[in-house]
């Protein structure tokens, strides 16, 4: 039934300069069938926006819904690219290329879907869009302001999304926390999105805090109230309230916030601490929270029961296993800081924990800071991996640590240690086999030493020509061939290609690529065309497991699709620290990667 505000929205679509709307529509935009759900933060920042957000959009997809979700930074970085991620997180790489904040990562391993640039807006990016449009005169000598031309640019991407991607439901994250300076223009043009779109249309989520100050020992719901007051003084009146706290909400509580915030009592629901992220949807739909999405905009009747079942069924399976008791415990060594560290490498952290779930085994990570290694001698760094069963060097820019990563990557290779190198890790590694083994004492990068005696990683003119290189870094996802009868086949299921996403400017120089065969790495994942290594590896006759790519597989690894790379070293991890394992335990297939002992 056509409201007051659906006949607006039909109006300001047609005209376009008289009107004190500005709501241009795209082509295909399907009023009424494109739903929106708005997350947004009250009280503190980092209550886990993203990782709540995600968790109901992938119930609403297990229910054969299609979901678009989008992160709206407030930031005026036009991309994420430039980020610290000791201060912000890792930098997301998407498939399209697209350097995203760390919560596209979440969305992409809970809904396995993979994302795109649409998915992803900063306040620059619109910003940057409007100035474009008026000097190309855009708005017809109006004068541009940020209501309602920079709101009507947000809802128009917001709607553009809904149809590119033909959405059920869009799933809105607005970066940053309600009253920041740097979100409102989100929240107003939110405001009118609901206001235009009419009832039923655009359900609004708050996600709040709960004190629970340790003097008192109770929680205490004042912050809450206020963060949603904030709220409803912009305009937009909550239809759920979700409530992070450290243990689940009490009944006094729940109450308060329902009686201040004009939310009824069964959409005011606890969103406590727990130990894996993964559990929250199954507690969400226990809750019945999905159900009161589904009630606020009108999409039961689009719910495919038999699709639900099976999905849910799947998901439980790997809850189950992930929250069960684990027959195996490993220890894996990360080169990182320790302070910055876990959302600096979430999706490395992910990674393992899909592997340890599918595989039985707790999987302990160690932070180990190689700054302080670079001075070290060979046997104070074997003092300092003593015990672990396997080590990753991740991505990384910069001099600083290398030194140490190369002495890591040594000993793994020397002691039989399970190595992972991703990225830069590749690149120590095959500086490390240039130094110690092909007797190219002077390798390096040029990244860290221009001059250096050989540089075996390094920036080389042909390769920039290729794909548009240039100063740029190489982004995205590309295929990599993968080279028959290697690790790297079994690995990816003797697939001739896979599709891995790249983040890296310096590549393996190819003059060095004859020394490096003779002396027995293995470069089994390559370019398709031009000689540009992408995988490395020992043969498992020599060593159990020592891989590394160019390319980043923890961007990839979802829940029910682990990471096979990560899949292999915990396989191997396990088999070093438990050399009895019963293959019941854990698939064969991850056993017989690391089969071959050396001799
Ligand atoms: N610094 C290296 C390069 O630019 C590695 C990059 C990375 O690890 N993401 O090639």
């Not at 994302?115 to 541009?144: C, I, M, P, W």
């Not at 809802?155 to 799933?171: E, G, H, M, T």
């Not at 990384?396 to 990557?409: P, Y």
């Not at 590549?507 to 490395?536: A, T």
Request: net charge neutral; with cysteine.
């Amino acid at each position: 039934m056509p409201t007051e505000s659906n006949n607006i929205l039909a109006e300001v679509g047609a005209k376009t300069i008289e009107t004190e709307f500005f709501s241009p529509l795209p082509d295909g935009y399907r009023r009424g069938h494109h739903k929106f759900v708005v997350v947004m933060g009250t009280v503190i920042s980092g209550l886990g926006k993203g990782i709540f957000s995600s968790s109901l959009a992938k119930l609403l997809k297990d229910k054969g819904l299609r979901i678009a979700p989008i992160k709206m930074e407030g930031y005026l970085n036009l991309d994420s690219g430039t980020l610290n991620p000791y201060r912000h997180g890792e930098v997301f790489v998407l498939d399209d290329g697209t350097e995203t904040d760390m919560d596209l990562g979440t969305y992409e391993r809970l809904l396995d879907q993979n994302l795109t640039a649409d998915n992803f807006v900063t306040s620059g990016q619109v910003y940057r869009h409007v100035l474009d449009k008026e000097r190309h005169g855009g708005y017809l000598g109006r004068d541009v302001q940020m209501i309602p031309h920079v709101t009507g640019e947000v809802k128009y991407l917001l709607r553009n999304l809904a149809v590119k991607q033909n959405a059920d439901v869009v799933f809105v994250e607005v970066g940053g926390t309600v009253g920041d300076f740097e979100n409102a223009f989100y929240l107003e043009a939110l405001r009118e999105l609901a206001f235009e779109e009419g009832a039923g249309s655009v359900c609004f989520v708050a996600l709040t805090y709960i004190l629970e100050p340790p003097t008192l020992g109770e929680q205490k719901s004042k912050a809450a109230q206020l963060g949603i007051k904030r709220l409803m003084e912009l305009g937009i009146q909550p239809h759920m309230v979700a409530c992070r706290c450290e243990n689940p909400l009490n009944e006094k509580v729940r109450e308060k916030i329902a009686m201040f915030t004009n939310v009824p009592i069964r959409r005011v629901f606890s969103m406590h601490d727990r130990a894996s992220i993964y559990s929250i949807p199954e507690d969400i739909h226990l809750g019945g929270q999905d159900l009161e999405i589904l009630s606020i905009l009108d999409l039961h009747n689009r719910v495919k029961p038999a699709y639900e079942d099976k999905a849910r069924k799947t998901w439980h399976g790997f809850v189950t296993r992930l929250t069960g008791e684990r027959k195996y415990e490993v220890n894996i060594g990360i080169t990182g800081k320790y302070a910055a560290l876990r959302d600096a490498y979430a999706s490395i952290d992910k990674a393992l924990e899909h592997c340890g779930t599918h595989l039985n085994a707790t999987v302990r990570l160690h932070w180990l800071d190689t700054t302080e290694m670079d001075s070290l001698d060979g046997s104070a760094i074997a003092g300092g991996l003593e015990g672990l069963d396997g080590v990753i060097v991740p991505g990384g820019f910069g001099l600083r640590g290398t030194e140490g990563k190369i002495a890591c990557v040594r000993y793994c290779r020397e002691q039989l240690v399970p190595y992972l190198g991703i990225c830069l890790g590749f690149q120590m590694a095959v500086i490390e086999f240039a130094r110690n083994v092909c007797g190219l004492s002077g390798s390096g990068s040029t990244e860290f030493n221009e001059k250096c005696e050989h540089p075996v990683i390094s920036l080389l003119p042909e390769q920039k020509e290729i794909e548009g290189l240039g100063g740029n870094m190489r982004l995205g996802g590309k295929d990599v061939q993968i080279h028959p009868d290697t690790l790297a086949a079994f690995l990816f299921d003797n697939k001739p290609t896979v599709r891995r996403r790249f983040r890296h400017r310096y590549e393996v120089d190819p003059q060095y690529i004859p020394v490096f065969e003779k002396k027995g790495l293995v470069f089994s994942g390559r370019h398709p065309e031009h000689p540009i290594m992408q995988f490395l590896e020992l043969p498992t006759a020599v060593h159990p497991y020592f891989v590394g790519s160019q390319f980043h597989p923890e961007l990839t690894s979802r829940p029910l699709h682990p990471s096979p790379m990560f899949m292999g070293l915990v396989a191997a991890a396990v088999r070093r620290r438990h050399p009895q394992v019963n293959p019941a335990d854990i698939s064969k297939r991850w056993l017989a990667a690391t089969a071959k002992q050396p001799a």
